[in-house]
Structures are given as structure tokens and as C-alpha cells.
């Protein structure tokens, strides 16, 4: 079992339309990346989270620390938009910091 | 633009010939991480260096795989006696030492073993 699991895998949505991303983790973890990642292309940091929330433009993130659970969404959604999502969680080890990453949803916005 | 290069961007091989892809972190990033991505899946871990020590090996790193960092800058990554299960997208990444935990990918190393 992944430590990280992302729903859903597959998401086709309208411009305009709101997004939700989910992502729920199995381990300790001291921080939570949303990460973008376009077709052909290298994978950006969206954000950092430890707790609570952040919002970067129309990119909104949650995390509940004590459900282990985070959201990702995305208001007005446009079709700049589309690329694989991933979440990955940051945890530490003795050797450091280790990163777990989820399998990624694949967002197509449809103009 | 990240600030982390890697290189060659693609590389199309000959089952059993050897590879090696560079990876140029960002100049103050202490942390160096090398991750495979195959297609439908995200990042797995392969290694990690602080430094130049090599801190954690994967068990997906087999022997045919090595990696170094020198001078604790660029890191390479070689492939010996490729197969084709090796086809893959090979992510650099790199994390300031004691750190935000923010990660900066490269664009990747795009491997075909034919």
C-alpha cells in the first residue's frame, strides 16, 4: 500500500468549473507538498503546508493534520490548468528528510 | 526555469550499453535527491545525498545503478548494462540543508532502452 493515496486518478472538468483534489497519507509527516507537473515537463512546487491553509492565485490548499487528509483546489479552472497533480508528503528519517509521493491526478480542462 | 539542470534531456539506448546523467542542483542546496518516474506513476525515491555522502540507497537502486556527487555539486547517475525495464524519466531534485523542505525538480532525463 502507498503511503500516499490521490483521488481521483483521472479528472476531466469545463473551464470555469471549481476542482478538488484529495489526498490522504498513512505516516507521520512534518510537511505536505502540492506539486504540478505538465506533460513533457519538470514537476513545480505549488505549495508547502504544515497546517491549516494557503492560497497562491485561484490554487487553494488545505491539510487536517489529525485526519491526515489534504485538499487541493482549483476555482475557475482554465485549461492552462491541465497537468498531473501530485502530492507528496515530507517525513523525517534519521538520514534526513524523505518525500513520498502520490501516483498524481491527471486534470484536463475542457475550454 | 527551476534553477536545477539536468542532462542529456533524452537518451535512447541499446539494451546493455551504459548511461550516466548529470544533475546540477541549485549552487546552495546542501540535499540532492534522484527519483524514477514511470509513466502513470509519481516519483520513486532511488537516492539522496547530503553533501557528497550518499545517505540512502533505495532497494530499486541494484547494483547496475551508481551514483556519486563528487564535490558535493553536480551529481551523476549511471546506468550500467542497461535493460529495458531502465526506461524511464530520471528526476533530480534538490532541498536546502535544514530547510523550508521546499523541492526544486529538474526538467528530468528521459531514458528509452530499446
Known amino acids: 500500500k502507498n503511503e500516499v493515496e490521490q483521488s481521483p486518478q483521472n479528472l476531466t472538468a469545463q473551464e470555469g468549473e471549481f476542482i478538488t483534489i484529495n489526498c490522504s497519507y498513512s505516516?507521520?509527516?512534518?510537511?505536505l507538498h502540492w506539486l504540478q507537473q505538465h506533460p513533457g515537463g519538470g514537476i513545480v512546487s505549488l505549495f508547502m503546508?504544515?497546517?491549516g491553509k494557503k492560497k497562491h492565485g485561484r490554487l487553494i490548499a488545505t491539510i487536517n493534520i489529525q485526519e491526515k487528509h489534504s485538499s487541493l483546489h482549483i476555482t475557475a479552472s482554465h485549461p492552462r490548468d491541465s497537468a498531473v497533480y501530485i502530492c507528496?508528503?515530507?517525513?523525517?528519517?534519521?538520514?534526513?528528510?524523505?518525500?513520498?509521493f502520490g501516483t498524481g491526478t491527471s486534470l484536463t480542462v475542457i475550454p | 526555469d527551476t534553477g536545477v539542470s539536468q542532462d542529456p534531456r533524452h537518451k535512447i539506448t541499446k539494451r546493455g550499453q551504459n548511461v550516466t546523467f548529470r544533475c546540477d542542483p541549485i549552487?546552495?542546496?546542501?540535499?540532492l535527491y534522484w527519483y524514477r518516474q514511470t509513466l502513470g506513476q509519481g516519483p520513486e525515491f532511488l537516492t539522496y545525498?547530503?553533501?557528497?555522502?550518499?545517505?540512502?540507497k533505495s532497494r530499486l537502486l541494484s547494483d547496475r545503478f551508481s551514483a556519486e556527487r563528487p564535490k558535493g555539486s553536480f551529481s551523476t547517475l549511471e546506468i550500467q548494462r542497461t535493460e529495458q525495464g531502465d526506461s524511464a524519466m530520471y528526476l533530480c531534485?534538490?532541498?536546502?540543508?535544514?530547510?523550508?523542505?521546499?523541492?526544486?525538480f529538474g526538467e528530468g532525463s528521459r531514458l528509452t532502452v530499446l
Open positions: 507528496a508528503v515530507r517525513k523525517w528519517m534519521n538520514t534526513g528528510n524523505q518525500f513520498y
Open positions: 505516516v507521520g509527516i512534518s510537511a
Open positions: 503546508l504544515s497546517s
Open positions: 549552487s546552495e542546496h546542501n540535499r
Open positions: 545525498f547530503q553533501n557528497e555522502a550518499q545517505l540512502e
Open positions: 531534485a534538490s532541498v536546502r540543508y535544514a530547510n523550508t523542505g521546499e523541492l526544486f
